[in-house]
């Protein structure tokens, strides 16, 4: 999970422009009215959200905004027919948000191309718009994110930076011709009870992380496989082998470390480090095939 930069859009500016296309006039109206309240849930958001309290916060149910003759499904068109809308001046707010070549804050991995709301919009219809709820995020994490009751979720705008190791891996060896690994988190004793401890647990849960990683590393062990056999024929003895298969390991490791700790490939590279299950296949293969490879 990554810390980014907050948003500087306000609500008062882009909702109004979400709307605006609207041909009826009535409704228009209806939305420009609820404007005030909109921007109070803002500034309440920004209070709860800054404190680290996000979950004591009070969104707008449909009850509330009934008063002003609008429903859910109004709010909700604000960003699906409004904000997100290719063709509409609102749009440019959504290109914004998400902005350029950005890595999505939940899994760093994969390209934020979607904007992932904190407070869904099918419970807090305050906040359907309100760029401070809109984070930038990949397509796996915003479409399969999955928020059990009373569960608060890692804020990429508002929680604090991690400096602890709390990702890690286990290799489980090859099965139908698949190599298998697991991902998990692991917090350090001194941490654990820790607000940010707990985020990062319920996040990983809650955007599939283990899932998202175990598919990258697929491809990280096509990339890496002719360098590891390499290792493995090069050795004239045992030792040598395991050697130079580890030594190789350990240079992606402390790479992949030194740019980020708890990265999927930092897991990865330690949990092959040691892994005999991981050698003794390498091994295997070579053993079928001891030849070197041309270049």
């Given at each position: ?156 705008y508002y929680d604090n930076p991690v400096d ?51 598919a990258y590393a697929i491809t990280t062990f096509?990339?890496?496989?002719l360098t590891m056999l390499e290792q493995v ?63």
């Amino acid at each position: 999970m990554q810390k980014i930069s907050k948003t500087s859009l306000k609500v008062a500016e882009v909702f109004p422009k979400c709307f605006k296309h609207k041909k009826e006039k009535a409704l228009r109206e209806n939305f420009a009215n609820i404007l005030p309240l909109i921007i109070q849930q803002e500034q309440d958001y920004e209070v709860y959200a800054s404190n680290g309290n996000l979950d004591k916060f009070k969104y707008l149910t449909e009850s509330d905004i009934k008063p002003y003759n609008l429903t859910a499904d109004n709010m909700k068109y604000l960003y699906n027919s409004g904000l997100k809308h290719d063709g509409w001046e609102a749009r440019d707010y959504y290109e914004e948000l998400v902005g350029v070549d950005a890595i999505c804050p939940y899994c760093e991995v994969g390209p934020a191309t979607t904007l992932d709301h904190v407070l869904e919009k099918s419970k807090s219809l305050g906040t359907t718009v309100t760029p401070i709820n809109l984070v930038p995020s990949c397509s796996f994490c915003n479409t399969h994110k999955n928020v059990k009751k009373d569960i608060v979720l890692w804020h990429p705008y508002y929680d604090n930076p991690v400096d602890f190791r709390w990702l890690y891996a286990e290799y489980l060896g090859i099965k139908n011709k698949k190599q298998r690994i697991n991902y998990y988190v692991q917090i350090p004793s001194e941490h654990v009870g820790e607000k940010n401890a707990e985020l990062i647990e319920s996040s990983f849960d809650a955007f599939y992380i283990n899932t998202s990683y175990k598919a990258y590393a697929i491809t990280t062990f096509k990339d890496i496989q002719l360098t590891m056999l390499e290792q493995v024929r090069k050795g004239k003895t045992e030792a040598k082998k395991r050697t130079l298969v580890h030594d190789a390991l350990y240079n992606r490791y402390i790479s992949c470390k030194h740019a980020n700790q708890n990265s999927f490939s930092t897991a990865l590279y330690e949990c092959l480090l040691d892994s005999d299950i991981y050698y003794q296949e390498l091994v295997d293969i070579v053993s079928k095939d001891p030849k070197p490879i041309n270049n």
